[in-house]
């Protein structure tokens, strides 16, 4: 959740600047990583990872 907050404080960065795009990517990357916490606290497991679903089929 840490790496999480700290994407979301740089996102607003770009913001200031105008660089929007990079705004939102960072952004967009702080939501999936939340996300992927919060999978991992009520699951109690790591998250698939998209590259090993694919390998395995």
Known sequence: MFEAEKDLE?????LDLG???LSCFL???SIEKALKAAIMVFAKD????MTLQL???
Not at 10 to 14: Q, S, V, W
Not at 46 to 49: S, V
Request: glycine share 6%; hydrophobic share 5%.
């Open 46 to 49: 790591r998250p698939p990872h």
């Open 19 to 21: 660089d929007y795009s």
């Open 10 to 14: 740089r996102a607003g960065k770009p």
């Open 27 to 29: 952004s967009q990357q």
């Open 55 to 57: 390998s395995t089929h």
